[in-house]
C-alpha cells in the first residue's frame, strides 16, 4: 500500500513546487503592472528632529492570490548610499488594504513612518523594492529587479524660518560723583504664598547684596499685593503677610551683616495692596491682548456694580482669560523693595588706572564702586578687555548690568567667530549672563535677551522657556509683539505650528510674521492662505525677494510651471542667490529639466 501512495505523494509534491515557481513570478508582474507608490507629503519634510511621512501604494485587485503575498520594502538611503536606515514594509494582506474608491480596481495601503531629522540624511532618497512571498513558513520570496524611487531628500522648514534679530546693545555706563540714589527691588510669590522663594523672579541675592555694599541707607519702602484669583484674593492678610515677610527678612539681614547701617536708623514704610484692581489694569493695558479684549476688561473692572469676587468670576468668561491667567496673575502676586541710600564721592581721573590694576589683581576690587567699574569698559575699544572688565564686575558685584552688558560683549563676539561651534558657545555664554541679569531685573525686555542668545545658540528649550517668562512679565506692545514673533518662529523650528499660529495671533503684522504663516499654511497644503501671506509680505517689503520665492514654491506645489517660471524669474532678478537656491530645492525636482525652469534662472 505505501508503494502504491510513494507516486501520488510525489507527484502532490511536484504540482505543489511547480504551481509556486508559477504563481511568484504572475502575482508580481500583476501587481507591478499597475502599481503606484507615493510619499505624503510629496517632498519629505522635517517638523522639529523628526521627518514624519506617510506611504501610499496602489496596487491593481486580481493580482491577490491566496497564500501569496505582494510587499514593499522601504528604505531611506543617504550619505552617498553609503548609509541605509531600513523603515519597514507594506504588504498586500488582508485587514492592510482597502478598495481604492476613486480608482476602481485598485487596492490601497497605507502606513506611516519616521525618519530622524539630522543634517547627514539630507541628500539622500526614500526608496522602495516589491517582492512576492509565500505566507507559509520559510515561504519563497520573489523580488522585482531595481528600487523605485518614492521620494529625494528632505526639506526642513526650520532653515526657512524667518528670525530678524533685535540688535542688542550695551546699557550705558556712567560714573557720577553723586553716588546716592534708590534701588527697586521686585519678588515674586507662589500662589496663596508668603515665603520668599529662591528661584526665578526673585531678587534675594541682589538684595543681599545692596545691604552687605554697606552704603548708608535713609529709607526703606516694602509693598505687596496678590492676584485677583480666588487662590489668591481669598486670603484677605496674604498681601500683609508678604510685606512683613520682606520686613523681617530685610531687617535681619541689617543685623547681621551691615556693620555701617542699623534698623533703629533706617525708616521704614510698608504698603499692602489688598483688592486693588490699578496694578491689573495696568498689566492688562500693558499686555499683548488685543485693543478689544484690553477694552472688555477695562469695562468689566471699571463698572460700578458688582463685588471684587464676582467681576474676578466675570474675567472667566472673557475670551483673553487663558492669556490672563497665564501671564498676568502669577506677576499679581508680588512684593516690591525701594532702598533710598548714599554712597561717598570719587573723582573720574582714578577710574581708567585702578581698573587696570583690579584686572590684573594688583589692587582689590572695592578700589573703585561697582558702577565706575563698569564705566571703565567704555574706555577701551578691544571686545576682549570689555569682555575681562565687566566679568571681573560680574564675579565681584552681581549686579544686573554687569551681567547685562557682559552677555552683550560676548554677542559681539560670537559675530566675529569663522566657526559654528564657536560662535555657538559665545551665544551660550552670553545666554547665560543675559539670564542672570533678569533674575536680578525681572523684565519682559531682559528675558528675551536671553531668549534671543539662546535661540541663536540652537538650544530651544532653553528660548522657549526664556520667551515665555518674557511675556508673563508684560510690557510695551511693540516688544510684547516681538518677543511673540521671535517665539512663533522658535516654535515652527521645534515642529509645533499650531502653537506658532496661537503666537502669531498676539505678534501683529509683519514681514517675519508674513513669511513665516506662509510657511505654515504651506505645510498645511492650504496654498491661498499661503499665497496671501506671501502677498502680504511683497506688499510690506517690495525689494525682498523671499516673499516672491515662497510664491513660486507655492505654484509649484499647485502644479503650475508657467508660474513657476515668472516668480522664479523675478525672485532671481531681485537676489541672484535664489538661482541657486532654486536648482537645490526639492519643491522644484520635478522642473528642474524643463525649459521654463532653466530660462527662468538665468
Known sequence: MRNLLRPVAHG???????????????????????????????????????????????????????????????????????????????????????????????????????????????????????????????????????????????????????????????????????????????????????????????????????????????????????????????????????????????????????????????????????????????????????????????????????TFEQKEKALHRLTSFDYIEQYIYPVLRFGTVAVSYTAPKRYDSEVYLLSKKIVEKQVETDALTPEELRYSATLTPLLAEKQRIYEVSAANTNSWEAFHNLGVVLLMRAEKEPTDKIQKAYYRRAAVNFTLAAHRNPTAEFFYHAATAYHRAGDRLEALQNYDYAIKLGGPRPLLRKIFSDRAALEIEVGQPDEALRSLQYAGPSYQNALNRALIEVGREHYELAQEQYQLAQALRPTAAAPIYGLAVVAARQKNEAAVGTFLKQAVALDRSYAQRAVEDLEFQDYAQGKVFREALR
Open 12 to 306: 502532490l509534491l511536484a504540482a505543489t513546487v511547480f504551481f509556486s515557481a508559477c504563481t511568484l513570478p504572475r502575482v508580481l508582474k500583476q501587481a507591478e503592472a499597475g502599481r503606484t507608490v507615493v510619499a505624503r507629503p510629496a517632498v519629505l519634510t522635517a517638523s522639529g528632529e523628526a521627518v514624519p511621512f506617510a506611504v501610499e501604494a496602489r496596487v491593481p485587485a486580481n493580482h491577490l492570490q491566496k497564500g501569496v503575498a505582494y510587499e514593499l520594502l522601504l528604505r531611506y538611503r543617504y550619505e552617498h548610499g553609503l548609509r541605509e536606515d531600513t523603515l519597514g514594509r507594506i504588504t498586500f494582506t488582508s485587514g492592510n488594504f482597502v478598495y481604492d474608491d476613486e480608482n476602481k480596481g485598485q487596492l490601497l495601503a497605507t502606513q506611516k513612518f519616521t525618519l530622524p531629522n539630522t543634517p547627514g540624511r539630507n541628500p539622500g532618497e526614500l526608496l522602495a523594492h516589491a517582492q512576492v512571498r509565500e505566507l507559509k513558513k520559510n515561504g519563497k520570496i520573489l523580488r522585482a529587479p531595481g528600487d523605485v524611487r518614492v521620494a529625494r531628500g528632505i526639506a526642513d522648514p526650520a532653515r526657512l524660518v524667518v528670525r530678524e534679530d533685535t540688535a542688542l546693545t550695551l546699557l550705558p555706563e556712567r560714573a557720577s560723583n553723586n553716588m546716592s540714589g534708590t534701588r527697586v527691588l521686585p519678588f515674586f510669590f507662589d500662589e496663596d504664598k508668603w515665603f520668599i522663594r529662591g528661584y526665578l523672579g526673585t531678587n534675594v541675592a541682589a538684595l543681599e547684596d545692596l545691604i552687605d555694599a554697606n552704603q548708608h541707607t535713609k529709607q526703606v519702602l516694602i509693598i505687596a499685593g496678590h492676584s485677583p484669583d480666588s487662590t489668591d484674593a481669598h486670603n484677605r492678610l496674604l498681601a500683609s503677610k508678604r510685606v512683613r515677610m520682606l520686613l523681617y527678612y530685610y531687617k535681619q539681614r541689617v543685623k547681621n551683616f551691615s556693620y555701617l547701617n542699623n534698623n533703629e536708623e533706617i525708616r521704614y514704610d510698608t504698603l499692602a495692596y489688598v483688592r486693588k484692581w490699578d496694578t491689573f489694569l495696568q498689566k492688562v493695558t500693558t499686555s499683548a491682548l488685543k485693543a478689544d479684549q484690553i477694552d472688555s476688561v477695562v469695562t468689566l473692572i471699571n463698572d460700578t456694580k458688582g
